[in-house]
């Protein structure tokens, strides 16, 4: 069964901390990895996807299939990246749906 | 270009009422899928779309029903309004490339069923 897991619903953290927000999944064949960003209210917004493996406002993550992992790490945590992640994996099939995380609100304190 | 845009944003329904919630984009995607986002339990699937003409269920239909007539429209009806279909929803639409997929959402439409 295709299953993406957000094990921490709250991450709080001080201002300069790293912040690493966990997601592992769950999927038989090659699946895509994403990152969305909810900010308070607002619609979701991609952040990073793996096969880009780019970086974004600092933010990286790595597949890690022997773990099946896909963490999204910042070494240096801001203010302005307090929000709503998601993480989320779409099958390597062509359907176009999303399987989401139950998501992970990060709290960056001053 | 106006990217997903769903109507209406906020709606307060009774019980037992219908509706549809509308969703269209200009993007000329062949993908279109719709979400519910409840407290606790993330983005769940409702119904979606692979192209004009073929509509699939998700993990949540029930209570939904939805018709793809076009490339552009991707309507949401509820049938007979649930307070348990109190909830935010999203519609996404997408496509493929040979980076992936890229998935543009809407702004969302906010529902309370009293």
Not at chain 1, 55 to 84: C, R, V
Not at chain 2, 60 to 86: C, I, K, M, W
């Amino acid at each position: 069964a295709q299953r993406v897991t957000q094990p921490e619903k709250l991450l709080s953290v001080f201002k300069g901390a790293p912040v690493e927000l966990k997601c592992n999944y769950s999927y038989s064949g090659s699946p895509e990895l994403f990152w969305y960003v909810q900010y308070s209210r607002q619609r979701l917004q991609l952040l990073l996807r793996h096969i880009s493996r780019e970086s974004i406002k600092g933010f990286t993550a790595d597949l890690n299939k022997g773990e099946t992992s896909f963490h999204l790490k910042k070494p240096f945590a801001q203010e302005e990246d307090s929000a709503m992640y998601y993480c989320a994996l779409s099958g390597s099939s062509n359907t176009g749906k999303l399987i989401f995380g139950q998501g992970t609100t990060l709290q960056v304190k001053p | 270009n106006a990217g997903v845009t769903q109507t209406p944003k906020f709606q307060v329904l009774k019980t037992g009422q219908s509706m549809t919630l509308q969703c269209a984009q200009d993007m000329n995607h062949e993908y279109m899928s719709w979400y519910r986002q409840d407290p606790g339990m993330g983005l769940r699937l409702i119904h979606y779309s692979v192209g004009a003409g073929i509509t699939d269920q998700g993990e949540v239909p029930n209570g939904y029903n939805v018709s793809r007539s076009t490339t552009e429209d991707f309507p949401l009806r509820l049938l007979s309004a649930a307070p348990s279909q109190t909830s935010v929803y999203f519609c996404a639409s997408s496509y493929a490339d040979t980076g992936g997929y890229g998935y543009t959402f809407g702004s969302g439409t906010r529902l309370t069923v009293v």
